[in-house]
């Protein structure tokens, strides 16, 4: 990479992420870690025990918040660019600067290798790897990438700036937005689980007709799997973003700006708002309905509906000031067995 303090200032004063450069205009060749920078790294420094680090090491840049920005007074010949977030500038930097080069692979646009139905419609810009499946009718829009072996079935719709990473698969008729990201592995669109029983308890399947929709921005994590509805959609809203090893069951609607890690498992039909958060692991039961800003922790099991915001932990699920208060007392449940005993003894 090639930039500078200056040019870095210069890009993100406006939207008033870096607002001020104190120091020498120094050029950057790399960002790295500040436990392994040397000169002409670019670092994030949010915590003032990293400062010694850069003195000693000598970065070309240090991207500081206001309240640390003196400390770096002695650092001679460093730059420092002070932000209003050094955990956003820390995103937006090195998504501009030193997010991953898929062109470095040099497969070119599209490989010999790859099977690509010839109704589809794939953009000149995008990409295909090799022993990729692009299937009939199947729309690819400018600057995606399908990388090697992944399958794409026929009438799915994938949006622009979208990577579909190795052996993912995008299920028949299934629509993704823009910018999104799915991982290796990941199936979207896979069969939902539905099923009805007859008098001998024997299983029937109910033929999962209907499709995934994913909003902008959403990002599948490494085998994932997030199952096509029975009849409509299953959705996942705009930003939102799953880790690996999650799964999303059939006619789920899931809201925007939500953030789910792994083991992440939610069943059929349930309607999640907007800002979930969910710690690992957390399970949420079918047909369940959750409202906008909630936060899960501390293996949530979700049985019923959550219509306040707030923090919720454990199963049966609490409020998290409850669950505290009961986990601090569960510690203690042998004393307190031992001292009703006593008790009881003194009784007798």
Not at 129 to 154: C, D, F, L, S, Y
Not at 195 to 217: F, K
Not at 222 to 228: F, L
Not at 300 to 317: K, N, S, W
């Amino acid at each position: 990479m090639q930039t500078s303090a200056r040019e870095i200032l210069d890009t993100f004063l406006p939207q008033g992420l870096v607002v001020e450069l104190i120091g020498p205009d120094q050029p950057v060749r790399r960002i790295a870690a500040v436990e392994d920078c040397a000169p002409g790294d670019l670092v994030f420094v949010d915590r003032a025990e990293f400062v010694p680090l850069v003195a000693e090491r000598r970065p070309a840049v240090a991207v500081t918040s206001s309240a640390l920005k003196a400390q770096f007074a002695g650092c001679s010949g460093l730059g420092v660019l002070v932000a209003t977030d050094v955990g956003l500038a820390q995103a937006f930097i090195k998504q501009r600067y030193g997010a991953r080069d898929y062109e470095a692979a040099g497969w070119g646009r599209i490989h010999p290798s790859a099977v690509v139905h010839e109704t589809a419609d794939i953009h000149e810009t995008a990409a295909v790897e090799p022993r990729a499946v692009i299937g009939r009718n199947v729309h690819v829009g400018e600057r995606t990438r399908i990388m090697a072996g992944a399958i794409v079935e026929h009438d799915a719709r994938i949006g622009s700036d979208t990577i579909v990473h190795p052996n993912a698969v995008i299920g028949y008729g299934c629509v993704l937005g823009d910018e999104v990201v799915i991982g290796a592995g990941a199936v979207i669109g896979s069969d939902g689980f539905g099923y009805a029983q007859d008098r001998q308890r024997r299983s029937h399947a109910i033929p999962q007709t209907g499709i995934v929709v994913l909003g902008d921005r959403v990002r599948i994590g490494a085998n994932c799997c997030v199952d096509r509805a029975a009849y409509r959609a299953t959705r996942i809203g705009a930003g939102t973003k799953l880790d690996n090893l999650c799964h999303v069951a059939h006619n789920v609607q899931i809201g925007e700006d939500c953030l789910m890690t792994s083991m992440f498992c939610v069943a059929g039909s349930t309607v999640i708002g907007d800002r979930l958060i969910a710690s690992s692991p957390t399970a949420i039961i079918d047909h369940a309905r959750i409202c906008d800003d909630v936060v899960l922790v501390h293996r949530a099991g979700v049985a019923a509906d959550i219509d306040r915001p707030g923090t919720y932990a454990g199963l049966p699920l609490q409020p998290w000031k409850e669950y505290a208060r009961n986990t601090a007392v569960f510690r203690k449940l042998d004393d307190l067995r031992r001292r009703l005993a006593a008790l009881e003894r003194k009784a007798d």
